[in-house]
Nanobody, 125 residues
Framework: QLVESGGGLVQPGGSLRLSCAASGDNLEYYTVGWFRQVPGTGREGISCIEKSDVSTRYADSVRGRFTISRDNTKNTVYLQMNSLKHEDTGLYYC????????????????????WGQGTPVTVSS
């Protein structure tokens, strides 16, 4: 089971750190992706990190502002979001897949097997 947390209301230019915690599975053995969804649209792939931690990937819209990382001792993957913009508003989900898909397919929701319930992020002044 995946549980996201850390969302909330933040002003433009601010920061948030989202967490994706797993129970029952060891995230160390999964590629983990972050997605966001705005009402009326599909899920947009934001970032992913491979099992090895060597490879990460970011959507053009967030590259240079967001950083994905994992803490295996806490069985948690983080998404540090800086310089937030209005268009970063949405419901943020984490997802896992057992294969090293990050570099090739990691921003495609179809490759992921398990999903959390999402945590909302609102960027507004």
């Amino acid at each position: 089971q995946l549980v996201e947390s850390g969302g909330g209301l933040v002003q433009p230019g601010g920061s948030l750190r989202l967490s994706c915690a797993a129970s029952g599975d060891n995230l160390e053995y999964y590629t983990v992706g972050w997605f966001r969804q705005v009402p009326g649209t599909g899920r947009e792939g934001i970032s992913c990190i491979e099992k090895s931690d060597v490879s990460t990937r970011y959507a053009d819209s967030v590259r240079g502002r967001f950083t994905i990382s994992r803490d295996n001792t806490k069985n948690t993957v983080y998404l540090q979001m800086n310089s937030l913009k209005h268009e970063d508003t949405g419901l943020y989900y984490c997802a896992t897949v057992h294969y090293d898909y990050c570099l090739d397919y990691g921003l495609r929701e179809a490759v992921y097997d398990d999903w959390g319930q999402g945590t909302p992020v609102t960027v507004s002044s």
